[in-house]
């Protein structure tokens, strides 16, 4: 199957300071989303983005899908921002039916 | 609007009992999937739906059963409970299977 590796696996920052996260995958993909799991497990879906650049508010996504990566960024951070980001991918080809296969996360603690 | 629901958000089992998870979603929502967190981990794909009256096999569905009979209710089963299957499972509903997934609460099971 499809192999997701996300770096780093852990990221510590002082709040307002701007970070990226990374997401590399091993095949094409149809399907990449990112989500934020916050300290009390809820999961949150940030960006539907398999290619291109997304904004929403302070964070931000870029996928080169020719090259197989995607970059979270986050920019000014709060420490809302704590929490365990994680991306996840569908291989292209085939029937799509939303499988998605998670990396294994970066875990983000933001300090006041 | 409740989103995505599930029923109980606890449970503890000894080995070898059986349960039901239940996830209910008011979105009419077509796909609908189950996903397991273990520690330190990405959540993993044990069944899903694409459908009412459908289902299908995902990365891990050894030890699992599913039914979709009605579009709004994906229900997880469990036969004979074994610790292994200690976990966190959340279910996620999407409109169509290259958009957003929508995720519930979460149900911690632990098997005694």
């Known amino acids: 199957g499809i192999q997701v590796e996300q770096s780093p696996p852990d990221l510590i920052l002082q709040e307002g300071a701007n970070s990226t996260l990374r997401c590399n995958f091993s095949d094409s993909v149809n399907n990449l989303q990112w989500f934020h799991q916050n300290p009390w497990g809820q999961l949150i879906n940030l960006f539907y983005i398999p290619s291109g650049t997304k904004q929403n508010g302070r964070l931000s996504a870029t996928t080169v899908a020719t090259e197989r990566y995607s970059l979270l960024y986050i920019s000014s951070s709060q420490t809302t921002d704590s929490g365990v980001y994680f991306c996840?991918?569908?291989?292209?080809?085939?029937?799509?039916?939303?499988?998605?296969?998670f990396g294994q996360g970066t875990i983000l603690t933001v300090h006041p | 609007n409740a989103g995505v629901t599930q029923t109980p958000k606890f449970r503890v089992l000894k080995t070898g009992q059986s349960m039901t998870l239940l996830c209910a979603q008011d979105?009419?929502?077509?796909?609908m999937y189950w996903y397991r967190q273990d520690p330190g981990m990405g959540l993993r794909l044990i069944h899903y739906s694409v459908g009412e009256g459908t289902t299908a096999k995902g990365e891990v569905p050894d030890g699992y059963n599913v039914s979709r009979l009605k579009k709004q209710n994906f229900l997880l089963g469990l036969e004979s409970a074994a610790p292994s299957q200690t976990s966190v499972y959340f279910c996620?509903?999407?409109?169509?299977?290259?958009?957003?997934?929508?995720f519930g609460p979460g149900t911690r099971l632990t098997v005694l």
């Open positions: 979105m009419n929502h077509e796909y």
């Open positions: 996840a991918v569908e291989r292209a080809g085939g029937t799509s039916y939303g499988k998605l296969t």
């Open positions: 996620a509903s999407e409109v169509t299977p290259r958009g957003t997934q929508y």
